[in-house]
């Protein structure tokens, strides 16, 4: 039990710290280099995407960790999932008007998971002085996209920025 709150605590603050997270300490120098896709790829990938923050906005957490895809649950659990998306949630407050800010087809993201086909769709919101960009890393599976992992940062601005 206690191994769990340490991973759990780890992954929280490494979500709350904005730092990148990769499955494997290896080398990513032989990595495919990610391509936009083509229009139908894309919309495709914004629905199943916009379909997973829909179930984070709505605290549909265990729902996500149901439809996850294997490169996830090969690296992690239900209880390090499900609460680093309840700690991320309460604690940066995101507005649900997200914008597509990009989009990075790749069969390989990091070298610690195996060849597939996967995405990370971006997106961005802006509330006041603070501006959040909401990565979803999803898997083909079975023929659906499948969410292998989420990542946030929110900025705020103070002043003037030059």
Same mark, same amino acid.
């Given at each position: ?6 991973? @759990?605590? +780890? ?13 494997? %300490?290896? &080398?990513?120098?032989?990595? #495919?280099? %990610?391509? /936009? =896709?083509? %229009? #139908?790829?894309? *919309? ?14 709505? @605290? ?10 294997? @490169? ?14 309840? @700690? ?20 390989? &993201?990091? *070298?610690?998971? &195996? ?9 961005? +919101?802006?509330? =006041?002085? /603070? ?12 023929? /659906? ?18």
């Amino acid at each position: 039990m206690r191994n769990r709150w340490i991973t @759990a605590l +780890s992954l929280f603050l490494l979500v709350l710290c904005g730092c990148t997270v990769s499955f494997s %300490p290896q &080398p990513q120098a032989d990595l #495919p280099e %990610p391509t /936009a =896709g083509s %229009p #139908p790829q894309q *919309a495709e990938a914004e629905a199943a995407a916009r379909e997973y923050l829909s179930m984070i906005d709505s @605290a549909a957490y265990d729902e996500t960790w149901e439809r996850s895809g294997s @490169a996830l649950r090969d690296t992690t659990n239900r209880f390090v999932w499900t609460n680093m998306l309840k @700690a991320t949630s309460r604690s940066l407050g995101i507005d649900a008007d997200r914008q597509v800010d990009g989009f990075g087809f790749t069969t390989q &993201p990091d *070298a610690g998971v &195996p060849v597939g086909e996967y995405v990370l769709v971006q997106f961005k +919101s802006k509330s =006041g002085n /603070a501006t959040a960009t909401e990565k979803v890393v999803m898997q083909r599976e079975q023929g /659906a996209w499948k969410i292998v992992g989420y990542f946030i940062t929110k900025r705020a601005v103070f002043g003037t920025e030059t």
